[in-house]
């Protein structure tokens, strides 16, 4: 827990001429699609299995390791239960293991710890979930830099990724977030996603984690994954099979689905975007980039879109247990954000992946009500009545934004948003929005 000597919220909003009164009307934007949607999930996992040939071939009673990450996918859960119980079906020996480099403060009981908030336990899979920070070496890479794989993996008959592909939030290439990173970073553990990010950093992650999932693939007994392609409602569109053979090849096709299908905020540009929380579970830097539009990180170039001149995030979820990384691509945060950070677990995280930017502490505000007033003196609109402003629960549901009426205007008549009542904000007397997103 962090103990701040701040200025006081009178303090602050003496420094201008702005009130919360002054705020617009707003109302809330709902983006509108009808994006392809797995109707039974379970059912979808199960035929996935289908199409990776090394199950037919696996002598009965195989042990099958399969990976489970950090992340906050709607339909994972359900796809790793059927996956489970299938496998079970068919006489092997399924168990979950924790794969998500150094989250979970980069411990055994952690990780087991980030699963069960996210609903993977082993009464919910119907399986033992075997949890160790234990890594081995089964490689080099063209530079002779290590290879690290999970024990617990490498002494499986099988290995069986299992993952979400979309875009991720430090680099562009054919293969980004999904079943390689899996293998490289979930599968590395601690020891070897620290490893990966510090060779990524000197050569580029598009460059080493493609070469090292294809030295994983080699030198492990990966048989596959199972790759979810989301909507831009966070339900599985797609859920396939991708056998170990062509997995990079296969795996760069599925991601150009999810570009198509990535969720977005219904406008461009904003002068002051509030996020109500951040979390691992939500993005592996706690807000999405390409939902925020700012990269930063080392040697990668920024996006052009979307333009937000001040960003404002008010929480940490509590699936992070504290773990606020991603707080430094904020302009402003709340100060019970920063009291509930986590620093060992932030900083073991930011370490591991390479890049302290990330977790630098923004301006710290007492309320919401200070926020919005201070945007006055920051964002180069000193008349609150004219900015625009939305406000997002977090960047897994950017397509929700309580918007205000600048940005209404250019909202309306697009058939692609729904645009609900006009409304005045409301805080209470510690200054704390109490207007909900949706009304």
Same mark, same amino acid.
């Given at each position: 827990?962090?103990?701040?000597?701040?200025?006081?919220?009178?303090?602050?909003?003496?420094?201008?001429?702005?009130?919360?009164?002054?705020? +617009?009307?707003?109302?809330?934007?709902?983006?509108?699609?009808?994006?392809?949607?797995?109707?039974?999930?379970?059912?979808?996992?199960?035929?996935?299995?289908?199409?990776?040939?090394?199950?037919?071939?696996?002598?009965?009673?195989?042990?099958?390791?399969?990976?489970?990450?950090?992340?906050?996918?709607?339909?994972?859960?359900?796809?790793?239960?059927?996956?489970?119980?299938?496998?079970?079906?068919?006489?092997?020996? +399924?168990?979950?293991?924790?794969?998500?480099?150094?989250?979970?403060?980069?411990?055994?009981?952690?990780?087991?710890?980030?699963?069960?908030?996210?609903?993977?336990?082993?009464?919910?899979?119907?399986?033992?979930?075997?949890?160790?920070?234990?890594?081995?070496?089964?490689?080099?890479?063209?530079?002779?830099?290590?290879?690290?794989?999970?024990?617990?993996?490498?002494?499986?008959?099988?290995?069986?990724?299992?993952?979400?592909?979309?875009?991720?939030?430090?680099?562009?290439?054919?293969?980004?977030?999904?079943?390689?990173?899996?293998?490289?970073?979930?599968?590395?553990?601690?020891?070897?996603?620290?490893?990966?990010?510090?060779?990524?950093?000197?050569?580029?992650?598009?460059?080493?984690?493609?070469?090292?999932?294809?030295?994983?693939?080699?030198?492990? @007994?990966?048989?596959?994954?199972?790759?979810?392609?989301?909507? @831009?409602?966070?339900?599985?569109?797609?859920?396939?099979?991708?056998?170990?053979?062509?997995?990079?090849?296969?795996?760069?096709?599925?991601?150009?689905?999810?570009?198509?299908?990535?969720?977005?905020?219904?406008?461009?540009?904003?002068?002051?975007?509030?996020?109500?929380?951040?979390?691992?579970?939500?993005?592996?830097?706690?807000?999405?980039?390409?939902?925020?539009?700012?990269?930063?990180?080392?040697?990668?170039?920024?996006?052009?879109?979307?333009?937000?001149?001040?960003?404002?995030?008010?929480?940490?979820?509590?699936?992070?247990?504290?773990?606020?990384?991603?707080?430094?691509?904020?302009?402003?945060?709340?100060?019970?954000?920063?009291?509930?950070?986590?620093?060992?677990?932030?900083?073991?995280?930011?370490?591991?992946?390479?890049?302290?930017?990330?977790?630098?502490?923004?301006?710290?505000?007492?309320?919401?009500?200070?926020?919005?007033?201070?945007?006055?003196?920051?964002?180069?609109?000193?008349?609150?009545?004219?900015?625009?402003?939305?406000?997002?629960?977090?960047?897994?549901?950017?397509?929700?934004?309580?918007?205000?009426?600048?940005?209404?205007?250019?909202?309306?008549?697009?058939?692609?948003?729904?645009?609900?009542?006009?409304?005045?904000?409301?805080?209470?007397?510690?200054?704390?929005?109490?207007?909900?997103?949706?009304?």
């Amino acid at each position: 827990m962090v103990t701040l000597d701040l200025p006081s919220r009178e303090r602050l909003e003496a420094v201008n001429d702005a009130s919360v009164d002054d705020l +617009p009307a707003f109302a809330t934007v709902r983006s509108v699609s009808d994006p392809p949607e797995v109707d039974d999930v379970r059912a979808s996992a199960v035929e996935a299995l289908d199409d990776i040939p090394a199950f037919e071939t696996l002598p009965s009673g195989s042990s099958v390791a399969i990976t489970a990450g950090s992340r906050g996918i709607h339909d994972m859960p359900a796809v790793l239960a059927a996956v489970v119980e299938e496998l079970q079906n068919r006489n092997f020996d +399924p168990f979950i293991m924790p794969a998500m480099g150094s989250h979970g403060g980069a411990t055994a009981d952690g990780q087991v710890q980030t699963l069960a908030s996210l609903g993977v336990t082993e009464a919910s899979m119907g399986c033992e979930i075997r949890s160790s920070m234990a890594v081995e070496r089964v490689a080099e890479d063209p530079n002779g830099e290590p290879i690290y794989a999970a024990r617990d993996a490498l002494e499986a008959d099988a290995i069986l990724l299992a993952n979400r592909v979309k875009l991720h939030t430090d680099y562009r290439g054919p293969i980004e977030s999904g079943l390689c990173k899996m293998a490289v970073v979930g599968l590395g553990k601690h020891r070897g996603a620290e490893n990966m990010h510090n060779a990524a950093i000197a050569r580029g992650f598009d460059e080493v984690i493609p070469e090292r999932a294809e030295i994983l693939l080699a030198e492990t @007994d990966i048989v596959g994954g199972i790759a979810v392609v989301e909507n @831009d409602h966070e339900r599985a569109a797609f859920i396939e099979g991708v056998p170990a053979e062509g997995l990079p090849e296969r795996e760069s096709e599925l991601l150009e689905r999810s570009k198509e299908l990535f969720p977005s905020l219904p406008v461009d540009q904003l002068d002051f975007l509030m996020v109500d929380e951040l979390g691992k579970n939500i993005s592996g830097t706690g807000m999405d980039t390409n939902v925020v539009g700012r990269v930063w990180f080392h040697n990668q170039p920024e996006v052009n879109s979307p333009e937000i001149t001040r960003i404002y995030v008010r929480s940490v979820t509590a699936e992070s247990h504290g773990n606020a990384i991603g707080i430094g691509l904020a302009d402003y945060v709340n100060r019970s954000l920063v009291e509930a950070v986590n620093f060992e677990d932030m900083y073991v995280n930011i370490t591991t992946s390479g890049e302290p930017e990330r977790s630098k502490i923004p301006f710290v505000v007492p309320c919401d009500a200070t926020a919005f007033v201070l945007a006055a003196s920051m964002t180069g609109v000193p008349d609150l009545s004219e900015m625009r402003i939305g406000r997002i629960t977090n960047t897994l549901e950017p397509g929700t934004m309580l918007a205000s009426e600048p940005v209404l205007e250019d909202l309306a008549g697009r058939d692609d948003v729904e645009i609900g009542e006009r409304r005045r904000l409301e805080f209470d007397a510690d200054g704390t929005l109490v207007s909900a997103i949706e009304e």
